[in-house]
Nanobody
């Protein structure tokens, strides 16, 4: 599975961005897709996740109501719509795929595949 993120940019506080993650390779066993972020000097943290089987969605409390994770199976692409952006959302954003069955989606070590990241800067 290969993941390529895009859509990162510099925006003003209150603005919006949509991140995309293009997915290629064999995805038949991928059970979950997610977005993580890592700010300078901080650990990588889970932002949102999407269960491909049941369609459940999970969000970090700080982005609940502002960010929306979605998937277009036809392309296939994973999206993260980010609204009402705040300076504290500034980070490198990463796409992840295939979570260990039953694992906590917020655990970085439990994901199998990662993209290279796309930078989001909010000022």
């Amino acid at each position: 599975v290969q993941l390529v993120e895009s859509g990162g940019a510099s925006v003003q506080a209150g603005g919006s961005l949509r991140l995309s993650c293009a997915v290629s390779g064999y995805t038949g066993n991928v059970n979950c897709m997610g977005w993580f972020r890592q700010a300078p000097g901080k650990e990588r943290e889970g932002v949102a996740a999407f269960s491909t089987g049941g369609g459940s969605k999970y969000y970090h409390y700080s982005v609940e109501g502002r960010f929306t994770i979605s998937q277009d199976n036809a392309k296939p692409t994973l999206y993260l719509q980010m609204n009402a952006l705040k300076p504290e959302d500034t980070a490198m954003y990463y796409c992840a795929a295939d979570l260990v069955t039953g694992g906590d989606w917020r655990s970085v070590d439990l994901w199998s595949y990662w993209g290279q990241g796309t930078q989001v800067t909010v000022s």
